[in-house]
């Protein structure tokens, strides 16, 4: 089946077309600036053939139409006709406390996303326009939500509910619900294949980019997640703080008076590598600091040999810190499934951060954590799946690169096959 996979943002459009058969990328691209000046098409064939044009979009619809235009291009597509689209599979940040699984778009799912954007303001909204600019463009052909919050519904209330008034935790929804669930899922279940999908598996699963999260999952099934009622709760990210003391919020707000719009916009935007490290929220930014590399295109890059130190030693603080709260995450995941089989890194940072990697798993001979260290320094910037345990290693330890498109391809799918 030909699946057109699509991740619709508020000016954006991603996009890959799939041949789930083979598993095969056929096309794939992204629309910019939908909307605005300057919009444009980023195209690329699975032969390598790419193209970049500049293109009015004035919305979603006029997007679709320019991708489907693309896809079916004498020069640079990749099939004949839309009629070669069986369907189309949408990514959906959040699905709330009301979607466990993935499922066709019908009126009653549309407003139950549009119920969500309180959840998801930035993410939702855009998903419903892509949505509806699939269906008017295609409106015979089969439209599948994936939810990025789905896999996580397995959790007990004991896991996702907060200690707050019981009446306003279930009258307002506010539970945990986790982030990048599709990934989780899609590293968990090949994780699972590689254990021989041995019974009641105790997998940790590291979603390492510049948005971070890690999952516990038990026999496929998520016990716990370390993002919250948003994505900003949890180990430390890129420009995100991660978990902090609730008090230190209203203590920011009253010492530098300012809003809650301003302290919302501090935790998310100017914190995590970039706050510690005052220079940067890339990871390849701070590990080059580290070795005394710096990003002179940054406006942030040191020119003394005393800048340089500092820059140096805050980079290493803010690498050190994420390490520490991965381990932390994996210890404590480990108790609560009473064991651990695997751990899986995945994402940006987890599949090409080799001193990330070393970081989190030295010193873990209690677990009977084994890495063969030359290996994971190599490991980087490749598509394989990689085994860093060794023969002696208790724990299996993998970089697995996560594919949240091919997860979503596949959902797309058998649910077409089954209605």
């Known amino acids: 089946m030909k699946v057109l996979v699509v991740n619709a943002g508020s000016s954006s459009l991603k996009y890959q077309l799939m041949d789930t058969t083979t598993e095969e990328v056929l096309g794939k691209g992204i629309c910019e600036r939908i909307g605005m000046a300057g919009s444009l098409i980023e195209h690329k064939k699975a032969d390598g053939t790419k193209i970049k044009k500049e293109i009015p979009m004035d919305d979603h619809s006029v997007a679709t139409e320019i991708v489907v235009g693309m896809l079916t291009d004498p020069e640079y597509g990749c099939i004949s006709s839309m009629d070669e689209i069986e369907a189309v599979g949408h990514r959906v940040v959040h699905g709330g406390p009301y979607v466990s699984e993935s499922c066709l778009v019908t009126d009653e799912v549309l407003k139950i996303i549009e119920k969500c954007v309180e959840f998801a303001p930035l993410h939702n909204p855009a998903h419903i326009m892509g949505i509806k600019g699939c269906q008017k463009v295609m409106p015979n052909t089969p439209q599948v939500v994936v939810f990025d919050t789905a896999f996580h519904q397995t959790m ?10 019981i009446k306003m935790v279930e009258e307002d929804n506010i539970r945990r619900y986790g982030a990048h669930g599709t990934s989780h899922r899609f590293v968990a279940n090949e ?11 105790k997998i940790v699963t590291c979603h390492i980019g510049n948005g971070s999260s890690i999952s516990a999952v038990r026999d496929g099934r998520v016990v716990d997640t370390s993002m919250g009622f948003t994505p900003l709760d949890g180990v430390e990210m890129g420009t995100r703080c991660g978990a902090i003391d609730p008090a230190i919020v209203p203590y920011i707000m009253k010492k530098y008076n300012i809003s809650v719009d301003e302290i919302t916009n501090f935790m998310n935007k100017k914190c995590g590598f970039l706050g510690v490290s005052a220079y940067s929220s890339d990871s390849r930014d701070i590990e080059g600091a580290i070795r005394g590399e710096f990003n002179e295109d940054l406006d942030t890059c040191p020119t003394t040999d005393e800048e340089k130190a500092i820059v140096t030693k805050h980079a290493q603080l803010a690498a050190d810190i994420l390490a520490f709260q991965v381990k932390k995450y994996i210890g404590s995941y480990s108790a609560i499934m009473n064991g651990l089989d695997a751990i899986v890194f995945t994402a940006g940072m987890g599949e090409n951060n080799p001193e990330l990697r070393e970081r989190v798993c030295r010193d873990m001979e209690f677990y009977g954590i084994d890495i063969d260290f030359e290996l ?7 598509p394989n799946i990689v085994e860093l345990s060794t023969p002696k290693s208790k724990v299996k330890v993998y970089v697995l690169p996560t594919n949240e498109e091919l997860m979503i391809a596949r959902d797309t799918e058998a649910i077409v096959l089954a209605k």
């Open 156 to 165: 007990e209330p004991k896991a996702y509910t907060y200690a707050l008034p």
């Open 376 to 382: 994971n320094a190599k490991t980087l910037r490749q």
């Open 191 to 201: 994780m699972i294949k590689i254990l021989g999908n041995k019974p009641d598996s």
